[in-house]
């Protein structure tokens, strides 16, 4: 077993290489784009991956289609955030840039998909979600259904690709360090995080003060405040789109709750149980924050945290395995009123646009990238099995099916689970609130701006107020 003597020095010897040995492995680099061909007969942006592997597997598959379709594909691979701002200039400011044909990143489903479908910039995808209906679940099919306001119809607008949940991480060694165990975490919320904030004391006590009990993300940067925030607010039971498609967020109930949300979320900072930099965290800062052994517990989107540790044993990284089954994925605590929680799901998938040039060419793509093969393939080797089959027949791969594997074996209990319907698809203005970052933005309304929690809450609510207004009078 890993002790606390030596976790620091495999922590930053072994993340290190839990990342570097990939490339040392493979022998691939991490490229930013490929070399566009001289005349190409498709355009696809899809989001960089954080490992050598992650990019080498959809080139792979591209690869594969132009031997087998004899056209040339340009494959950018592009950061998050450079898709998401070249993708609305480029529609926003017709003539300043072509427009792609596919367009993939992993937070496309909750900031993008739904605002371009209802403004008429995505190609209707219904025939092929429909030749492939009976592959997919139900939950996959109902998070690509999306409204166009143009021609007032729903309409597949997106192809499914995998199924993202929502993750609670912790360190088996470390919580075993202070007589501590993952089987001792409690389910009530309030004795939830008693006990993470206790352990945290236990180890500032033993003069351990770089090690933090909880690790949430404080900024307005990336995907992982929202979707904190998020379980938060469920947890309180404040609901910020009714069924029906209507804010409801303003109301008084809704808005108690909000505040008292909001009030527990941030006095886990103020009260230093989180670290000092979690107000200017990127995505990838509480990853990297645990992995190095500074975070008992932390909430992740994927399973990306773990997964950088399942890595092929070599002599660049012989501790991995034993870091992988150190690192627990456990249960949800149940709601503040003792009911369960509903673990939310996000559907990753890919969009062609409308006015892309290559339309057919593009809608020959999707099609071979979802055939069942080709797409366990990019789900196990280009996203390293962080996001899950959204495809039943898929899970008798001997990768999905390992009921040894703690994590995996987690995730699929939870994803059996039942999910609210993300407020996205209820209303596309929502996922506008997503993109202008407003949860994380009320969070450093109380953090740097030192608003009270009410203050922050009606702020929120004011932008997302306006927000909604401009939105539908667009529309």
């Known amino acids: 077993m890993i002790t606390r003597r030596d976790f620091t020095r495999l922590s930053l010897f072994g993340v290190g290489l839990g990342v570097a040995s990939c490339t040392a492995h493979t022998q691939l680099p991490i490229p930013n784009s490929l070399p566009a061909p001289q005349h190409s007969d498709l355009t696809i942006w899809w989001e960089q991956g954080y490992l050598p592997e992650e990019n080498a597997g959809i080139i792979q598959l591209v690869r594969q289609w132009e031997e087998s379709s004899e056209l040339k594909v340009d494959l950018k691979l592009m950061h998050i955030s450079a898709i998401q701002q070249k993708l609305l200039k480029a529609i926003n400011e017709p003539g300043t840039s072509a427009v792609p044909d596919i367009v993939f990143a992993i937070s496309l489903d909750a900031n993008l998909a739904p605002r371009l479908a209802w403004r008429d910039h ?9 030749a492939h209906k009976s592959l997919y679940t139900p939950d996959a099919l ?6 166009n306001n143009v ?24 919580l075993t360090d202070i007589d501590r165990k993952v089987e001792d975490i409690p389910t009530n919320w309030n004795s939830f995080w008693q006990f993470w904030k206790d352990a945290h004391r236990q180890y500032q006590n033993q003069g351990h003060d770089d090690v933090y009990g909880i690790g949430l993300c404080m900024s307005a940067s990336g995907v992982d405040a929202f979707t904190s925030i998020r379980w938060f607010l469920d947890a309180h039971n404040a609901t910020v789109v009714s069924s029906e498609g209507e804010l409801v967020l303003p109301e008084s109930e809704n808005r108690q709750r909000f505040i008292a949300a909001l009030a527990e979320y941030t006095e886990f900072y103020q009260a230093g149980f989180v670290p000092p930099d979690a107000v200017d965290w990127t995505a990838s800062g509480n990853n990297s924050r645990f992995l190095e052994g500074k975070l008992l517990m932390t909430h992740n989107p994927t399973l990306s945290i773990p997964l950088t540790q399942k890595l092929p044993a070599n002599q660049y990284n012989q501790d991995a395995n034993e870091r992988y089954q150190q690192i627990a994925t ?7 009123d003792g009911t369960p929680m509903q673990p939310r799901k996000g559907i990753k998938q890919f969009i062609v646009l409308n006015k892309g040039e290559h339309l057919e060419a593009a809608r020959d793509f999707a099609t071979y990238l979802i055939q069942p093969n080709n797409l366990n393939q990019l789900l196990k080797e280009g996203f390293k099995g962080r996001v899950l089959p959204v495809m039943p027949q898929l899970l008798s791969d001997a990768y999905w099916s390992d009921s040894q594997d703690p994590h995996l074996s987690a995730a699929f209990t939870m994803q059996e689970q039942s999910s609210p319907m ?12 997503l993109g202008q970052q407003v949860w994380g933005q009320s969070i450093l309304q109380v953090l ?25 009078a667009v529309a």
Do not use: F
């Open 330 to 336: 456990v249960s949800w605590p149940n709601k503040v």
């Open 448 to 472: 740097k701006e030192k608003q009270s929690p009410e203050q922050a809450v009606d702020w929120a609510i004011s932008q997302i107020q306006t927000m909604w207004t401009e939105w539908e």
């Open 151 to 174: 021609s007032g119809a729903y309409r597949y607008y997106a192809v499914p690709i995998g199924n993202a949940g929502e993750y609670i991480h912790c360190w088996r060694t470390l």
């Open 122 to 130: 995505l190609a209707d995808v219904s025939d092929i979600i429909e």
């Open 142 to 147: 109902s998070q690509v259904s999306y409204r």
């Open 422 to 433: 993300p407020y996205e698809i209820l209303h596309p203005a929502y996922s506008e609130i």
